[in-house]
T-cell receptor
């Protein structure tokens, strides 16, 4: 049973470009969470999704950031018009049920030049 | 707001010694989880302890939870060089699925 998969592992973008980060949850998991980690800091919650639904997006910046988890395919975290401050590691986690253990992917490290 | 806060922030020990990290939080929780992160890597789940549990063991790990003091501790016994990593506690609140992470404890085990 493969773990949570994220791609790309590293992403370099210039200011103003778009970044698309993908997350495939563990098999059988329908709950997906996105977190952001700035250098030397802990992870900060961004958004919680179930299939085709955004359950909690209270940690998402109001502009430029969006997330989806379609019926088929991976969850996508999309950042439009990236700025240098978006440079961070973005982690996806999945869980089988609500309030259960979240299993993390290896992360996508975004660098905005 | 950030829930978990670990103490101490950095710990350096000799191989074979025990390492203890503490985590405090502010509000009532559903459960508390400990994770390990090696430099530049993803997080590895270590252990989950629920609010109605006081202690859990997993291999060389021992986690305690004191809900009256709103604190948890992670003990790694007989440490190994491979235990060198950052350790994070994260809380899950009632009615809220997200993990709230502390800033992390960096542990260095010297061979």
């Amino acid at each position: 049973n493969a773990g949570v998969m994220q791609n790309p592992r590293h992403l370099v973008r210039r200011r103003g470009q778009e970044a698309r980060l993908r997350c495939s949850p563990m098999k059988g998991h329908s709950h997906v969470y996105w977190y952001r980690q700035l250098p030397e800091e802990g992870l900060k919650f961004m958004v919680y999704l179930q299939k085709e639904n955004i359950i909690d997006e209270s940690g998402m910046p109001k502009e430029r950031f969006s997330a989806e988890f379609p019926k088929e395919g991976p969850s996508i975290l999309r950042i439009q018009q990236v700025v240098r401050g978006d440079s961070a590691a973005y982690f996806c986690a999945s869980a089988q049920q609500d309030l259960e253990t979240q299993y993390f992917g290896p992360g996508t490290r975004l660098l905005v030049l | 707001s950030q829930q978990g806060e670990e103490d101490p922030q950095a710990l350096s020990i000799q191989e074979g010694e025990n390492a203890t990290m503490n985590c405090s939080y502010k509000t009532s929780i559903n459960n508390l989880q400990w994770y390990r992160q090696n430099s530049g890597r993803g997080l590895v789940h270590l252990i989950l302890i629920r609010s109605n549990e006081r202690e859990k063991h997993s291999g060389r790990l021992r986690v305690t939870l004191d809900t009256s003091k709103k604190s948890s501790s992670l003990l790694i016994t007989a440490s190994r060089a491979a235990d060198t990593a950052s350790y994070f506690c994260a809380t899950v609140l009632y009615g809220n699925n997200r993990l709230a992470f502390g800033k992390g404890n960096q542990v260095v085990v010297i061979p």
